[in-house]
């Protein structure tokens, strides 16, 4: 119920748009061809009511992209972290044999170790 929670909001904010702008196109048709004094006021339904159904669906959409990117970065943060501590000891090996503190099969071993 909760997985995917910003894909989730997308497709709300999809089908929401297209009701919306359903809904406004037929309400509109209906006000004008049923009432003629109510012409300009149908086109105006139908014109600037899909705009804003459109409108507002980009904002859920849009919200609905930052959570999920929010994720892949949070996701991505908690990768990086947990290879730190490695890459940390990579390093010091490597230095070690630059120095020629270890020989080159104490490095590769421990190199091999660190996988």
Same mark, same amino acid.
């Given at each position: 119920m909760f997985n995917n929670v910003g =894909?989730?909001?997308?497709?709300?904010?999809?089908?929401?748009?297209?009701?919306?702008?359903?809904?406004?196109v037929i309400y509109g048709f209906v006000m004008l061809v049923s009432m003629e004094d109510m012409a300009l006021? =149908?086109?105006?339904?139908?014109?600037?009511?899909?705009?804003?159904?459109?409108?507002s669906a980009l904002v859920l959409y849009g919200f609905g992209e930052l959570i999920e990117n929010s994720g892949i970065i949070a996701n991505?943060?908690?990768?990086a972290a947990d290879n730190k501590?490695?890459?940390?000891?990579?390093e010091a090996i490597?230095?070690?044999?630059?120095?020629?503190?270890?020989?080159?099969?104490?490095?590769?071993?421990?190199?091999?170790?660190n996988k």
């Open positions: =894909g989730k909001i997308k497709a709300v904010a999809k089908v929401t748009a297209w009701i919306g702008i359903a809904i406004c006021v =149908g086109l105006l339904i139908m014109t600037v009511g899909s705009l804003a159904s459109w409108i991505k943060k908690e990768k501590p490695q890459e940390k000891k990579n490597d230095k070690w044999l630059e120095k020629g503190l270890i020989t080159e099969e104490e490095y590769q071993a421990k190199k091999n170790e």
